[in-house]
């Protein structure tokens, strides 16, 4: 299990575009927001998705990075991304299950197309939301078991600007006998 203020898994995956995101290579003045999405079979998560893109820019003016990342291979996350217009969110490709499971997420088998017709890869992880201090220790997240009751970007926003303000240190990370 992932504890607050420890150290993350690493986390490395090429970019849609070209290049790397890598997670210990990061250099944003507050941390990164990595958002784990089911891929594009997920209408959720495109919905999602367009909300994190629009709030792309107001985490970089509070000094955090932004980026989305599937197990899908590179022509599915270029098609989401396209799908959502992104231009400011980065879209990483290729998770590998073993790295999912290493942060938390649960991995589903596929029940075939879903609603919009695209058919679901035979494994794929479910969602976690992660805001990872710049030492690339954990500050907040949040794991789902299905696609449904996500955290809001707006709110975590507002928590960012709170933290930001109060010097609110992640919670969480009592691992003492109770």
């Known amino acids: 299990m992932l504890m607050p203020r420890q150290k993350t898994p ?28 089911r891929g594009l079979h997920c209408p959720l998560c495109a919905t999602y998705l367009a909300e994190f893109e629009k709030l792309a820019d107001d985490f970089a003016e509070r000094g955090i990075a932004s980026v989305a990342i599937s197990s899908d291979g590179a022509e599915r996350a270029a098609a989401m991304k396209d799908k959502i217009g992104a231009t400011q969110l980065r879209f990483g490709y290729d998770l590998p299950l073993a790295k999912a499971r290493e942060w938390g ?12 017709g695209i058919e679901e890869p035979a494994l794929f992880a479910e969602p976690g939301l992660f805001l990872i201090n710049p030492d690339q220790t954990l500050y907040y997240m949040s794991v789902q078991t299905m696609p ?10 507002g928590a960012v ?17 109770v």
């Open 10 to 37: 690493e986390l490395n995956v090429p970019l849609v575009g070209g290049g790397m995101f890598d997670l210990s290579a990061e250099t944003a003045e507050r941390g990164t927001v990595v958002c784990f999405y």
């Open 105 to 116: 997420l649960y991995i589903s088998t596929s029940r075939g197309k879903t609603s919009i």
């Open 148 to 157: 449904f009751v996500r955290p809001h970007f707006r709110e975590l926003l």
């Open 161 to 177: 600007d709170f933290a930001i303000e109060k010097g609110y240190p992640a919670r969480g990370e009592y691992e003492g006998q």
